[in-house]
């Protein structure tokens, strides 16, 4: 008597639990971990989860244990090749002796140190945890007006176009059972029945025939009663009418786009496009986590603009001069064309080495103050300098051309629009945090 | 090759489902049953993933447990460790029950679910039904209904109190596991009869050895002792047999004595305590049980295969898997950490039956009662019964493995600069060998031996815990301390820790702890 029973199709994740309260255990370590992991990391690969490694002091389980030496203790050994009684063998350093050593820490608490893997969600869940878009709770609460239909269960009124077929029927075949309502079937029967009565009439003896009329008869009331009994009983009755029922659910905006704006144009070298891209790439992830669909918008600019594709925005080349207001005219037109602001919440971010055009500044600062800004959730501006030359323009007389123009956009009150300085990718993830920091979020609401 | 039966083979090739899986069985359990006689709990065999395998893991196990994040930490451990590849799975997880459940795992090929369903579900199902500490310790039959109440009743009290607050109890209570076990059965009730009969006979041995002269002799200087000291070991004798003192179970003791813990935080103590109770048998017979499932799959197998049931494919994929298993590597190799119970167990279970079956000059010299009684498996039954790791290596290592091994002693004095060699595996030295090998199994020997041996109930209620050393082998001190912290936090109050040499029975060190809510107020 046995039984082989398949339990492969349990739930899963019996561990989570446990998983769950070793993450809160551990939290602080966790939390200390990820950010020295995020300094080190590329940000392409930040999506993933991380193996990470914290001390496991906290993690400790104390026992009441023998010390690991000292004291007087045999102990048996397998694999003697040469010994013999008597012989002395010098004291191995650390360990003790090498026998009994996992009695000495019973399931490796003697470890200094701990490793796992993260799980992506539990990782960027700590890598943003301090973090929260600016003005989203003011967007959040502005934006009702979009409203989505929902099923909202069952009705006795409504439009004959939502009426449930399914529900009213079921109803009017328990009110019919109920009330005893003659099938159609049956009075057919009955016609039948004294059709074939009536048929038969002739061909009977005299005798016979006043019995049959009698049957004749109760047949014809019955049939009568019966068809009475259909008529005043209806089919459908509006009692039994059932509606679906619909219902207007506000339905929170929860659609992002994105815009990156760059300067392409030959001061751009490789090495700062590819720190501007991964601005980019932690910005558009971390819309991810917080709106259901974002899209991007890639612009790019010489002193003429264009919105183009990732590919071409990252890897091709291009030359000319820098205009930048040709990439900010650009955007108010895609902006107009395609994203209105009751339906998108729009972000935008601009990378840039600071130059331009030195007439073009009046009107980039326009444009945004104008037309941009208003319609923005968030402006970010980052001005990526050599580190060669980030030393000599740490100074406030070698601010660029843009990041003066831009400056004073950023000082205003409630200003949408921060700039920042970055000029290697260690920067990335602390400029980005400052610009999306909690507390600066609160303090511009 | 030639000589084998042509039968018709259970299963070819990798690939199982469960009507071969169930052939497979039946063609098992008649070897287990009508050949080898095996007495088994009714076997459930349970299919999992390896996720599912890596959960039960973490659990220490158990099919249900409670939470806790000491399993979590455990979980992402063997996680890392099996996606990195540094560790496989265990083949197979069984759970001391009735009706025995065995996991085995669908990634197995069919060769190896046999394999894992002799070695699990025959050959430790035996073990954990017919060894005296199985049926002395555990209670196969409701052990998962009591699992299941540990799980609602710690999920309900994390619900009403937080999880921090259970979570405080539950470290405590694991940091004290170990020393929340009875080692000894609780006497018999006392029984109204016994005890008269007992009283009666008291009286007639002292009317019997009455002697008048007794009563001539000058009465002893009884006030050698002051009266202060007098009142004193008064007082200390009514609080021994106050609280049942002196105590080694600590969990027992804090359970029901510790002043302020709250009823739920009792029963937490209380679930702790059984399941270490429960686990308690498995600690002290590792070999036996290893070596029994062992020696029971190796045996299966190889009928099996006599029987022409499974094909040489098969078998040599069993003796793949199965000398991976047994491996003892020695003691200077890279991979050594202690002896393999496995290889140890299968060992020693292999000689009894060569003893049994072809015994030499010296194994009747040593093992007279078994040496050639030609019933190799009624003997091994007899011995899984009986005995437990300790006595087990004590009675049963034979001169052959010792030797077969290379087992040497080696004596270890703190005093001495050197490590020296105490014996090896010739004519003098089997004995204390094979004495040293059962010592490093006996888990008195092992685990530290602490009681509770006093209360200051008129004081500031410290608690006091001895330490007894054998040998001058000490506590690890950090560990010792942040256990000690944990005992406090269940008492309440401050709890001494007295380190006392076995010898002289002297007082060598104290650590004090002192809750931290005290010193202020």
Redo the contacts between chains.
Sequence with gaps: MFHIIDRRKNPKGKSLGNRQRFMRRAKAQIKKAVEESIKTRGITDIDNGDQITIPGKTLREPGFHHAGRGGDRNYVLPGNKKFVPGDRIARPNGGDGGAGGSQASPDGDGEDQFQFVLTRDEFLDIFFEDLELPDLLKKSLKQTAAFRTARAGYSVEGSPANLNLVRTMRNSLARRIGLRRPKNSEIRELEEKIARLKEAENSLPEAKRQENNKALQALQAELDEAKRRSRAIAFIDPIDTRYNQFRQIPDPNTQAVMFCLMDVSGSMSEQMKELAKRFFMLLHMFLHRRYEHVEVVFIRHTSRASEVDEETFFYSRETGGTIVSTALEEMKRVLKDRYPTDQWNIYAAQASDGDNYSNDGAKCTALLAEDLLPKCQYYAYIEITDEREAEIFSTAEGETALWKAYAPLAQARNSRFALKRVTKAADIFPVFRELFAKNKSEARI | MSKRPEHKLLFDGADWD?NT??AT?DAI?DIAINEMHLDVY????????S??M???Y??IGMPLMY???????????D??MY?KGYQGLAYEIVINSN?CIS?VM?ENTIGMQALVMAHA?FGHNHFFKNNYLFKQWTDADGILDYLQFAKRYIAKCEDRFG?DAV?RIL?AA??????GVNRYSHPEKPNLAVELERERERAKYEDETYNDLWRTLPQAEEDSETQDEQIRRQRMEQRRAQFGLPEENLLYFLEKNAPGLQSWEREILRIVRNIGQYFYPQKQTKVMNEGCACYVHYHIMNRLYDKGLISEGAIMEFIDSHSKVVF??????QR????NPYALGFAMMQDIHRICVAPTEEDRKWFPDIAGNNAPIPTLCDAWAHYRDESFILQFLSPKLMRD??????????SA??????????D??YRN?RR??A??HDLSV???D?QVVDVDLRGNRQLYIA?T?H??????????E??LG?IGQLWGYGVTLQAIDNDSGEILHETHYTPSDLTSS
């Design positions: 469960f899986l169930k069985y359990e009714t076997n459930q065999i349970e299919v999992i993933t996720e599912q890596l959960d039960a973490s659990s939470h806790h994040w000491s399993f979590g930490k455990r979980f992402v451990r996680d890392v996606r009706p996991y669908e579900a999880f979570e470290d694991h940091a004290l596991m170990d020393h003892q590597p020695e003691f200077d190799d050594y950490s202690g002896f091994m290379k087992m040497f002693m080696i004596n270890d004095h703190a600069p050197h490590l020296e060699v105490g014996a090896i595996h010739d003098n030295g060998v040293a090998l010592r490093m092992r685990e530290p602490l330490h050393q040998d001058g082998i000490r506590l690890d001190k950090s560990e010792a942040l256990t944990y």
